[in-house]
């Protein structure tokens, strides 16, 4: 089993920053992307993610500049760095790790978190 754990939501003020983290652990065996998503009206829309390698992509076009990802591979951690928020960045944040277990190698699976939430008070 993977658990994925984030921290980090809370409320804050319009401009006010927070960082997010997300640790994922258990029986993995190989981790490939890991990344942010926000809770939309229908689906979980991405925000960033990051590979094994660093490279990042944002997916969606409102936080390039303002928020950072970044992670330590080591402790199959993530952050989300959030600076100059908005209200509309208000939601719940789910982080999710693209991860084979030792139990199936061969498989990558999509695991969740059970989201943290962020609210942006103007």
């Known amino acids: 089993q993977v658990q994925v754990v984030e921290s980090g939501g809370g409320l804050v003020q319009v401009g006010g920053s927070l960082r997010l983290s997300c640790q994922a652990s258990?029986?993995?065996?190989?981790?490939?992307?890991m990344g942010w998503y926000r809770q939309g009206p229908k689906m979980r829309d991405l925000v960033a993610y990051i590979?094994?390698?660093?490279?990042?992509?944002y997916g969606d076009e409102s936080v390039k500049g303002r928020f950072t990802i970044s992670g330590d591979n080591a402790k199959n951690t993530i952050y989300l760095q959030m600076n100059s928020l908005k209200p509309e960045d208000t939601g719940v944040y789910y982080c999710?790790?693209?991860?084979?277990?030792?139990?199936?190698?061969?498989?990558?699976?999509?695991?969740w978190g059970q989201g943290t939430q962020v609210t942006v008070s103007s």
């Open positions: 258990g029986t993995i065996f190989s981790v490939d992307n």
């Open positions: 999710a790790i693209d991860a084979a277990t030792t139990i199936q190698v061969t498989r990558v699976y999509r695991h």
């Open positions: 590979t094994p390698d660093g490279t990042t992509n």
